[in-house]
């Protein structure tokens, strides 16, 4: 257990619509990060959050969005949803020790029909 | 943009074959991570290595750091079915900036028994 909460665990949604993805952070980790893991693709990096602070932005669609709350959870907004979107969601964490590994959720996994 | 590449993209063996995967990046690397994702799991971290040519072993893993730090390699010695999934190296430009983790697409190992 990693201690990175993601939920739901799989999500099935029709185009169009608009979905919100969750995350707690392992307590006391201040970073948090949002992944896009489609089939056969690497990990991409969506967006980072310090201390409920944007701190860099990847390759993320101005359709999708994220926040992080004072508590330090963290959502991801996906909206008018397309085909390709379908993919595995994760979020990480890190930096509670002042390491830089990132402790990685149980993911999301979305689809979109 | 930090580049990072990774070979081979799947290597079948026979348990008992040894397994190498490569990971080579465009820029001087301040550090670099491996990390593991079974199928149907999340990526674990497994190791950072920080020092030009540093070595570090964990059991029949051995991770090897450039020299020149742009490029690291994960050996599995006399492979195991239970060393099934996708190894991803994670790669930090030495330019600084916020850290962010960026992945490489990762090596898939399957094992025949």
């Known amino acids: 257990d990693s201690g990175v909460t993601q939920t739901p665990k799989h999500l099935i949604t029709a185009t169009g619509q608009r979905v919100t993805l969750r995350c707690s952070p392992r307590s006391g980790d201040l970073s948090v990060y949002w992944y896009q893991q489609s089939l056969d693709q690497g990990l991409q990096f969506l967006i980072q959050?310090?201390?409920?602070?944007?701190?860099a932005k990847g390759n993320i669609l101005e359709r999708f969005s994220a926040q992080q709350f004072p508590d330090l959870h963290s959502e991801l907004n996906l909206s008018s949803l397309e085909l390709g979107d379908s993919a595995l969601y994760f979020c990480?964490?890190?930096?509670?020790?002042?390491?830089?590994?990132?402790?990685f959720g149980q993911g999301t996994r979305l689809t979109v029909v | 943009g930090q580049q990072v590449m990774q070979i081979p993209q799947y290597q079948h063996v026979q348990e008992g074959e040894d397994f190498t995967t490569y990971c080579n990046s465009s820029?001087?690397?301040?550090?670099i991570q491996w990390y593991k994702q079974r199928p149907g799991g999340h990526p674990v971290f497994l190791i950072q290595?920080?020092?030009?040519?540093e070595v570090k072993k964990q059991k029949r893993l051995t991770f090897q750091f450039g020299e020149a730090k742009k490029n690291s390699s994960l050996h599995i010695t006399a492979t195991q079915t239970t060393d099934v999934g996708t190894y991803f190296c994670?790669?930090?430009?030495?330019?600084?900036?916020?850290?962010?983790?960026?992945f490489g697409r990762g090596t898939s190992l399957i094992v025949h028994p």
């Open positions: 959050y310090y201390n409920g602070e944007e701190r």
């Open positions: 290595l920080v020092k030009s040519g």
């Open positions: 990480a964490s890190s930096g509670r020790t002042g390491n830089t590994e990132a402790f």
């Open positions: 994670a790669v930090h430009p030495l330019s600084g900036g916020s850290y962010i983790p960026t």
């Open positions: 820029t001087t690397l301040s550090n």
